[in-house]
């Protein structure tokens, strides 16, 4: 599809105020990435076209995350991971999550809830962003994956009242700062849907 054809689909959207377009000059290909060996890929994300029993649709939200990994790894909600989705194999977003991946994709789906699709309005602007982009180009038949390096466990001693204890260390802020810096000096630019970072 030519980008002529995709601006004038943009263009009808009533999301479009949502939608990121990609600019094939600024986007870098997954395979490029000079991280990459570290990430696995995790997640399909999907059209949501899932029937119940009666012919309707199972949820109103139009796109799912379909777990590549085992769903116990998937679910974990202690586990930390700096994650990357890809937009036909170039990165738009790097991001991380303190709350498992599950918790974070179930998060972007909030974007549903824009005034423009007749909603609430309750979003952040980061999900709204993010889950009409990934609309947009699924609709347009491209290939959204997601993948993502397992931050390793880091505990401390503490004392609290002469008893020793270990505890988890929180992380994942210091490696998605390192990770999207290393990224903004290695292209010379941000993924396109990094730019409320």
Request: net charge positive.
């Amino acid at each position: 599809m030519s980008d002529n054809n995709i601006k004038e689909l943009y263009e009808k959207e009533i999301t479009k105020k949502w939608i990121k377009l990609i600019d094939k000059k600024s986007v870098i290909d997954y395979d490029d990435y000079n991280r990459k060996s570290m990430f696995i890929h995790v997640a399909d994300v999907l059209l949501d076209n899932d029937i119940k029993n009666d012919g309707t649709k199972k949820r109103n939200t139009l796109i799912s995350f379909k777990p590549i990994i085992q769903l116990k790894e998937f679910n974990n909600k202690t586990t930390e991971w700096i994650y990357i989705f890809t937009i036909n194999n170039k990165i738009v977003k790097i991001g991380g999550t303190r709350t498992g991946l599950k918790g974070r994709v179930g998060s972007y789906l909030c974007g549903h809830h824009v005034k423009e699709r007749g909603k609430s309005g309750d979003c952040s602007k980061t999900n709204g962003f993010i889950y009409n982009t990934f609309v947009f180009y699924l609709q347009l038949n491209y290939k959204i994956k997601m993948y993502a390096y397992k931050l390793p466990k880091a505990e401390i001693d503490i004392n609290i009242f002469n008893i020793k204890q270990k505890i988890l260390v929180q992380t994942f802020h210091i490696y998605e700062n390192t990770f999207f810096n290393d990224y903004k000096k290695t292209y010379n630019n941000i993924p396109i849907l990094c730019d409320n970072y």
